[in-house]
């Protein structure tokens, strides 16, 4: 990372309201070591751009949630941060999107009495400014100093408004069967010259995966909210590019600029699937699109409000050739060490009792046949360290490590991690430390193979922390 806008991130850059290109005005004072500040410019429109991303929205930049997307925690506007970043304090425009309302502590969010005075008027005001004073003081440390889940805690478990049950739906991403799925399906994806379009790619957790590859893919990752953008620049997908943008509007980008348009986990969720669909198409070689795990709306419980029929995902993508697949199969063929099969499609009428569904659509008939088993192992890749999922014990003279859901809605959305996660492994002090260290051990091929070790980023996680006998339906405490 530089301090520098990524030329070649600027370059697939295009303003979605008048589609023209932008220059790139840097802030009077570059606050931080290795990410610029400053503004996009085409002539009519201004965006800020904040230690590396562009913010390329209307209106409010705010902390949206997951499937309603109602604001959690409101934010500056985009003119707020245009100013601030020419301000000679530019630094001032990160601090305010990452100063998110603190939580009050010894349970007084639930006391009125106590509450009402914390959170209006001047008490909330000296908490916002006192989070504010926190936030510099982090800034003004090494990136070193921290990992993802330092500030994972920070949004979800200290902080008001937003969910803290997102807190473990993240950190413990890897490993998860939609993860797995998605990591099967991307194996498709052939690296080259053009990046891959991934929209609402959250911390950008599948993003680093695919640039561990042998052959690594350069993928340019959307999503409204830049906290999960930030921190995924910072200390996960730190090779990749990263935009703040609305998957409600035209996507900032020249026509063709991706190799191939992907979105895992999200779809279902966006109000408008047509505008999204056409514009991840448009934005692609070949009209290719990779939509990965969309709610089935004929099955219970949905998961969002704009889900669709298996038929109704079909009317989106036209005329262009379309596979559509189960995340069930998906998730056999990776754990079989088997490629997606798009050579045929499947009975629709089996796809229609599954709940999720993978949708591939392309002009490029080459994508359509049966794919080999990758000649890696997609979730090994990069430095690999123990699953954040499994909790160390002592037992005797040895430790061992507990596979332990976080809350019962971990536990439900995630159930079928049982299937191929070992419920505990036992292992020596020296081993356990090795593992820790990063060492490879006599063990080490077994355990990646048994998910016990997966590949995360260096900075991704702490140590997992040892478990002290309390019940496994608690959130995950460092």
Known sequence: MTSELSMGLLDLLRCPQCTTEFTFEHSPIQPLASGAFGVLRCGTHEYPVIDGIPVIRNGHVSVHDHTTLWTEVPGPTVDKLVDLVRSPDPLAALVELLAFPPALPWGLEHTPIVRLPLTRGPGQRMLIAARRREIRRLLNQPVSQHTAQDWMRLCYLRSRGTNPELYPYFLLRFGQPRMLAALALYSVLDSGPKPILDLACGFGHIMYLLAARPAPLWSIGVDRNFFQLWVARRWIATDCDFVCADAALRLPFADNSFAASVCSDAFHCLPDQQLAYDELRRCADNNTVLLDRVGNADIDPRDSPHERTLDGYLTLTGTTSTRILGEQELLTSYLTGQGPALATQRPLPELRQEKWLTLVSSDDPKLFRDHDKPTYLPHAQGQLA????????????????????????????????????????????????????????????????????TGMPPRYAHPPAPHRNSTSRTPIAD
């Open 386 to 453: 123990i699953n954040p999922i499994y909790r160390p014990r002592p037992h005797g003279d040895h430790i061992q490590l507990r596979f332990m859901f976080p809350s019962d809605w971990y536990a439900f959305e995630n159930a079928t991690m049982r299937d191929y996660h070992p419920t505990q492994i036992t292992l020596t002090h020296n081993e356990y430390q090795d593992l820790l260290a990063g060492r490879h051990t006599d063990h080490t091929d077994e355990l990646t193979a048994r998910f016990v070790l």
